[in-house]
């Protein structure tokens, strides 16, 4: 029986009890007396048959003259007493009853233990419920603890991040036979950082370890730690390290630990307060006088930067494990591992679609493959194909379609114009990514999106990539302004010059792209975000330098906006096309674009020779208002 039913089973004992208690202090008469109506009394009074009664508040008792006892109600009579008298009858007048001290006791507090038991309940519910949630439990771990070999999760389970699984594996070895590695005097690692971003496995490494190790699992999230109440945070971090001795050895994973980990004297008064208490007890039983012997911690954050550096030492935690990106070889064994719950067509390739997915993380490619498996049951499928993948991956880059939007007919052709301007400029500038497919479909906040595929997987960029972007970007703009005059240029390009000036003012501020500025870093630090620095915070950069940099800033923008206008310019016969290929099939692929660029007729919509499949890298279209899909660095362009 749990704690629950047995709190419920207690307070219906004391219930009962006191229902008890008032019925035997309120018992009846051992005759039970008859229950008369006030007409047969006063009837029974005119034929003499009452010799005596006795009147006690609302109620008359008496005893006939053949010794029976009876009752009735007192309505208050005043001619009562008289007849009585006219009729011999006795009459005895006694003082209201009054309750014992049990009962004036029980009256008096029964309503404050009432409220006292609904709070105690409250408390306890609101602290988490029984066990170790309750009142007078705050301080007690809210870890969940996981007993040896319940974790079923191996690291034949996790791909893409190999590395990442090389370096956890020594783990594994330390918890199975910690004697090899004493023995040459190596001690077994207090701690392992998992940082990179979300949805790359660490939580999913983590579980892997412990299932590996076949050793015991705590896992608890940073923000269960902190509370409203003062000290309570550190005494659950006490709490946990006392539970996780009793069962080492084992493993405690804390993710998003920078909910608790954060850089100490970080407010206005550099305050003591209750998250830099509960940071202090983890460092202390991390590695403090006392040390925990065959307790492994695994914490997960994608905030490295804010983490407070003694926590990050050796001795604390020894390793920093980068859990990034998968690359194409990652990308299609995580495929491979989704793909084993659906059932698969034949045509289905995992390296195919990993081409065409780069910047995916594994919780994208999970997301994926279930979009879609949802599309292929939509569709009366008893397997996914290809298609549906394809499907998939425009909902995830590009968004859902939303064909019930019934744009006007000036406005696609706009439509048109801007994606065809943005898919030509982006075609013809040097070391641009691919064009893969161009649409007018409204698709999540956007009226249209140009897709850029990505050859290969890219982890820098240089000057020159950089301003072919800016060109991109602004090829929309300009093809509604050359196409239907300046006063008909719409806001669907505010999204597209606000990542055209982010871009040109990180080259001049952050990467030292500019020949004017040199290679200096003049950005200011955005980074931080405590309150007490960025209050405190200098400026870098003198008023001077600064109207250097926006005057950097504004020749990079003006340069490719030139060159943008004079490719659209050169190919206006080219951007025409485009826009009526648009409006006619709505979305165009790449060998359709490659068709009209060369001159040639363009291939219709559907033909083998035209598959949209892509064979390259994945990228995202940007949306109206400034929202932006998955994406990697970059890539895309949309009205």
Known sequence: MNAKNLNILLWVAVTFWLVMMLNSLTAPDQIEPRNLSYSQFLQELSDGSVKEVTIQDETIKGVRTDG??????????????????????????????????????????????????????FMRRNAGGGGAGGIFNFGKSRARQHAEGEVKVTLRDVAGVEEAKEEVAELVDFLKSPQKFSNLGGRIPRGVLMVGPPGTGKTLLARA?????????????????????????????????????????????????????????????????????????????????????????????NRADVLDPALLRPGRFDRQVVVGLPDLAGRAAILEVHMRKV??????????IARGTPGFSGADLANLVNEAA???ARAGHTDVNMEMFEKAKDKIMM??????????????????????????????????DPVHKVSI?????????????????????????????????????????????????????????????????????????????????????????????????????SPE?????????????DRNYQRSKRL????????????????KYETITKEQIDDIMAGRRMRESGDDTGSSTPTTGGGAGTTEGGATPKQPPLPASGL
């Not at 698969?344 to 390296?351: F, H, K």
């Open 68 to 121: 029976s006892r009876f009752e009735t109600y007192n309505p208050g009579d005043p001619g009562l007493v008289g007849d009585l008298l006219n009729n011999s009858v006795t009459i005895r007048a006694e003082p209201p009853e009054k309750p014992s001290v049990l009962m004036q006791i029980v009256a008096a507090w029964l309503p404050f233990i009432v409220l006292a038991g609904i709070w105690i309940w």
């Open 209 to 301: 370890i412990a299932g590996e190790a076949k050793v015991p699992f705590f896992s608890i999230s940073g923000s269960d730690f902190v509370e409203m109440f003062v000290g309570v945070g550190a005494s659950r971090v006490r709490d946990l390290f006392e539970q996780a001795k009793k069962s080492a050895p084992c493993i405690i994973f804390i993710d998003e630990i920078d909910a608790v980990g954060r850089k100490r004297g970080a407010g206005l008064g550099g305050g003591h307060d209750e998250r830099e208490q509960t940071l202090n007890q983890l460092l202390v039983e991390m590695d403090g006088f006392q040390g925990n012997e065959g307790i492994i911690v695994i914490a997960a954050t």
């Open 343 to 352: 059932p698969i067509a034949n045509d289905v390739e995992a390296r195919t």
């Open 374 to 376: 949802l599309f292929a």
């Open 399 to 432: 968004g859902a379609e939303r064909r019930s939007i019934v744009m006007s007919e000036s406005e696609k052709k706009l439509t048109a114009y801007h994606e065809a301007g943005h898919a030509i400029v982006g075609r013809l500038v040097p070391e641009h």
């Open 441 to 541: 479909i409204p698709r999540g906040r956007a009226l249209g999106v140009t897709l850029f595929l990505p050859e290969r997987d890219r982890y820098s960029m240089s000057k020159r990539q950089l301003e072919s972007q800016i060109s991109s970007l602004f090829g929309g703009r300009l093809a509604e302004e050359m196409i239907f005059g300046p006063e008909h240029v719409t806001t669907g390009a505010s999204n597209d010059i606000e990542r055209a000036t982010d871009i040109a003012r990180n080259m001049v501020t952050r990467f030292g792209l500019s020949d004017g500025m040199g290679p200096l870093a003049y950005a200011e630090d955005e980074g931080e975000v405590f309150l007490g620095r960025s209050v405190t915070q200098q400026r870098q950069v």
């Open 545 to 557: 330098t600064a109207q250097t940099i926006d005057q950097e800033i504004r020749a990079i923008i």
């Open 568 to 583: 659209l310019d050169e190919n206006m016969d080219k951007l025409h096309t485009m826009a009526e290929a648009l409006l």
